[in-house]
Every structure is written in C-alpha cells, then in structure tokens.
C-alpha cells in the first residue's frame, strides 16, 4: 500500500503534528515498510495456534509444600537488627 502525502499529512493532523516535507517523506517510506510487514503477517496461516489468556506456556503448576528450615546464622550476623533468630526491620509506619 502506498500512501501518498495527502494521506500521510491527514495521519499527521489526527495526531497534532505538524510536520515538514522531509517529514512528510521519511514517515510515508516508513509507514510503508509497517503495512508491508502487516501485510506479510496477514499471509500467515494462524488456524492452527491456539490463543492464550495467561500466556504461552500453558504447562501446569507445581505446588509443593513449605517446609520450614533453620536459616544460616552468619546471615543473621550480617544483619543490622535480630532478635530470636529473626531479622528486625524498622517500622515502616509510625505508630
């Protein structure tokens, strides 16, 4: 599909720019490679593939139970407050 100027200065006033005659140019060539490639892809043979809602993978979740564990206690070291084998963090909000 070419687009002519008329075409690319009415895309241009849809979109409040005001543009100049390279402007004009260099988005009309651009405009031209973007309806190209879509036309490519309208080509493609899609009834096949399935739509995804929640993504592409469409393995299932593994739960596995937590298990509680004893953690390292040089960490607890490294850390600026612990009481009982807990890291401390300051309150976030006053109270």
Not at 23 to 43: C, M, P, S, T
Not at 66 to 72: L, N, W
Request: aromatic residues 6%; hydrophobic residues 40%.
């Amino acid at each position: 599909m070419v687009l002519d100027k008329k075409d690319i200065q009415n895309l241009a006033d849809l979109a409040k720019l005001k543009l100049s005659g390279r402007e004009i140019r260099d988005y009309a060539r651009q405009l031209d490679k973007v309806l190209a490639y879509f036309g490519k892809i309208k080509k493609l043979k899609l009834n096949q593939v399935k739509e995804s809602l929640s993504g592409a993978d469409e393995r299932a979740t593994v739960w596995r139970q937590d298990q509680p564990k004893i953690s390292d206690t040089s960490l607890l070291q490294q850390a600026n407050m612990s009481a009982d084998g807990y890291v401390v963090a300051p309150n976030v909000f006053k109270k």
